[in-house]
């Protein structure tokens, strides 16, 4: 059960489609869409940790690039090019493999008596990451005259370019190739694109609508069908990248798509063995798992420098930045499954930590303050109105890249959950141990002191639950912040008995140590939210004051689907209506921290005030759900998340603004609320255990889990579980 498929064409389903049969490798993404499609169709070929901003935009709105589409390929028949929005198709398919990360279409157009039937494939190479694939094949059953376009699309889908200028063509011994300069840093692209057919007749070079084209016009033989092989290079960042591209799309041509296939799925046979989850008794869910799991293998770091973006590689939605997602929801899948992965992961952080530090002493902090939107350098990339109103099309001020101070406790606790995990200590060496520091550096210039109550605030902050803006001593946060200073001490201590010479020289050389022993005052006395007398924490100071409305009733006020409902004016401000149930996070996240009687009283108060908006919650409200029992409640928080790319139903629009694209922190999330809510899986220093908390409609889960490494094979039954190791 590895695919995806739609029996259908429905205009409606471009940009769910776009999402739901994307391919990717990391390097870059190549959006579901059809060969024929171009930017009216949102067709996108977008690059990882490539960011551009066009220089004519006075708000800083920063994007990840996508580049020219070297699979743009078309048939015209009668002088008509067949394409399903202007000839409607007799039938139509469309299927994602994601046990061989390949994508597949089938189209049939009927003219009178006459059948013509389009066929294709493609895929991103995951050993050569620079390679694009595709097998186009088409068949009429009658002797009509056709004409076979193929070649670069230069024209782009973009949110917010151009982001390429200079654009070149090129023919070198038939392989095409287009090269271009991003306009902020003058980063060097470069596409390239070569075929194999068997037509019989040369194709010809040409300028269709200023596009780079190979052209065959002739007469089809009735049912033969015709096979033609395209071979692309995507290069970046070198000063030889067309030379580059030239090469390696000849390379390619040379090894033939036979053999790029199987090399494909061999990758991809490989990394299911120690990936998939096995489910058995819901085959909703079991797709489901896997879509999800797919879609994370496929965005996967391909360099040090590189993490994963809140939208994967759809496209340019949410700039194509990293959020939190990737420290919290994505990192744990690929510490049980691929440690190099979640290596990079953490180490980009490491890797960007300059960045971190010019935000904090933009707002006048000490220490590492990370971006609520992180790019290529660190900085933040979020504008000050990157909403606008649905209504008026005026920007909206947010404060999501101001007070939103919980990313920085958020990468301290992903570098906690790999050390835990891996015991590698280099990456503390490598950067992670000042990393560490700096967050705890920029906590402690943040709190404020309260005398009169002898305790530390935290004020002014957004939680995780971002439309409530500026609230003081947010639950979550404030757990957080704690928490990094614990973590510090911890590695310090850690880093003292592995390498005391490196800890000595950081903290000298930086002039830590006043900073370090006044940090042990404000880890003990900063203020956290207790429990009340019915065991609820309130999520911040004032939240017990708001307005206490149903979530219908908030929805019957508003006035646009697509309206913001947080910040001065949203519909949800005033309420207690939430985008995120942030006590349940903070319970999700330090499971062994409260008690069953306090998890049952938060999840029950605040459960029914979650507006649903945002698909991060779902994975928390699955884990605290199965953990008090309330498995059918979790099990629906479950499937949501795990379909959220199957049924498109999440949002596309804050405001005007798109934000769509795949959600690889929902796909993660679904990753958690399976193996650490239904699974009950648990790290105990050497040891792994898991506890069945199984949903009625799942029979067994089967999955694998690398543990300070080994590779231990987890099976949770309705009955009991068990934990084995693998033998060396």
């Not at 698909?615 to 959220?644: M, P, Q």
Request: with cysteine; net charge negative; aromatic share 12%.
């Amino acid at each position: 059960m590895f695919k995806i498929e739609s029996k259908a064409y429905l205009p409606a389903d471009v940009i769910k489609n776009g999402n739901q049969f994307m391919i990717a490798n990391g390097y870059m993404g190549y959006r579901g869409t059809l060969e024929e499609y171009t930017k009216v169709e949102m067709v996108g070929l977008n690059l990882a940790g490539i960011y551009n901003q066009p220089p004519r935009q006075l708000d800083p709105w920063r994007e990840s690039v996508n580049v020219y589409n070297p699979l743009y390929t078309f048939l015209k028949v009668n002088d008509r090019i067949l394409h399903p929005t202007h000839v409607q198709p007799t039938s139509h398919v469309q299927v994602l493999d994601m046990f061989k990360g390949v994508h597949y279409r089938k189209t049939t157009y009927r003219f009178g008596r006459t059948e013509v039937i389009i066929q294709s494939e493609r895929f991103t190479s995951q050993i050569d990451k620079d390679i694009l694939c595709m097998k186009y094949q088409f068949m009429a059953s009658d002797d009509i005259e056709m004409e076979l376009y193929t070649g670069i699309d230069t024209n782009i889908f973009d949110l917010n370019g151009p982001h390429l200028e200079r654009y070149h063509f090129m023919d070198t011994d038939g392989v095409f190739s287009t090269d271009a300069n991003t306009t902020e840093n003058r980063i060097p692209i470069a596409v390239s694109e070569g075929i194999i057919h068997d037509i019989g007749i040369e194709a010809k070079a040409l300028l269709y609508n200023n596009q780079p084209m190979h052209w065959v016009h002739f007469h089809a033989i009735p049912d033969k069908v015709y096979t033609l092989y395209k071979f692309a290079s995507v290069q970046h960042s070198k000063t030889n990248c067309v030379a580059e591209s030239i090469a390696s799309v000849k390379r390619a041509m040379a090894k033939t798509y036979d053999v790029l296939y199987n090399d494909n799925c061999s990758f991809w046979e490989q990394r299911w063995k120690l990936s998939d989850i096995e489910i058995k008794g819901d085959d909703a869910a079991q797709l489901a798992i896997r879509n999800s799991i797919y879609h994370l293998i496929s965005v996967r770091p391909y360099a040090d420098h590189q993490s994963i973006s809140t939208r994967g590689l759809s496209g340019q939605g949410c700039k194509g930045s990293i959020n939190w997602d990737t420290d919290i929801f994505m990192l744990p899948f690929f510490l049980n499954t691929d440690l190099e992965s979640a290596r990079k992961i953490v180490m980009y952080r490491a890797l960007t930590l300059e960045g971190a530090k010019r935000k904090a002493a933009k707002y006048g902090y000490t220490g590492a303050f990370y971006a609520w939107e992180s790019q290529d350098t660190g900085d933040e990339a979020c504008s000050d109105y990157n909403i606008t109103d649905a209504l008026t099309k005026a920007p909206i001020r947010t404060y999501f890249n101001q007070k939103q101070i919980h990313i920085s406790a958020d990468v301290v606790y992903a570098f906690n959950q790999y050390i835990e995990t891996t015991n590698d200590l280099t990456v503390l060496e490598e950067g992670g141990l000042e990393t560490v520091i700096e967050c705890a550096r920029f906590y402690q210039s943040f709190v404020t002191w309260k005398p009169d109550q002898k305790i530390f605030v935290c004020n002014d902050v957004i939680g995780p639950d971002e439309y409530h803006e500026g609230v003081n001593n947010n639950a979550f946060t404030n757990y957080m912040i704690r928490n990094t200073f614990t973590i510090m001490f911890k590695f310090i201590k850690m880093m003292r008995d592995y390498n005391s010479e490196f800890v000595r020289g950081l903290i000298a050389r930086k002039g830590y140590t006043e900073e370090i022993t006044k940090m042990h005052v404000v880890e003990r006395e900063l203020f956290q939210q207790q429990p009340n007398e019915q065991g609820i924490i309130e999520q911040f100071d004032g939240y017990y004051d708001l307005e206490d409305v149903s979530l219908d009733t908030m929805i019957a006020r508003i006035d646009n689907p697509s309206e913001y409902l947080g910040g001065k004016f949203g519909k949800a401000t005033p309420t207690k209506i939430i985008k995120k149930a942030d006590v349940i996070a903070m319970m999700a996240l330090f499971p062994d921290d409260f008690s069953r009687r306090i998890k049952e009283a938060n999840w029950n108060y605040y459960e029914p005030k979650v507006e649903k908006g945002s698909s991060l919650s779902d994975a928390f409200h699955a884990i605290v759900g199965s953990e008090i029992g309330k498995v059918d409640e979790a099990y629906n928080y479950f499937i949501r998340s795990a379909t959220v790319d199957i049924t498109g139903k999440e949002k596309n629009y804050n405001g005007s603004i798109y934000v769509g694209g795949t959600h690889p922190g929902a796909n993660g999330g679904a990753y958690m609320a399976l193996v650490y809510g239904f699974g009950g899986l648990k790290r105990e220093g050497l040891y792994l255990k898991a506890e069945s908390r199984l949903p009625k409609s799942i029979n067994e889960v089967r999955f694998k889990c690398i543990h300070r490494g080994k590779i231990a094979h987890v099976v949770v039954k309705n009955n009991g579980s068990r934990v084995t190791w693998e033998k060396k």
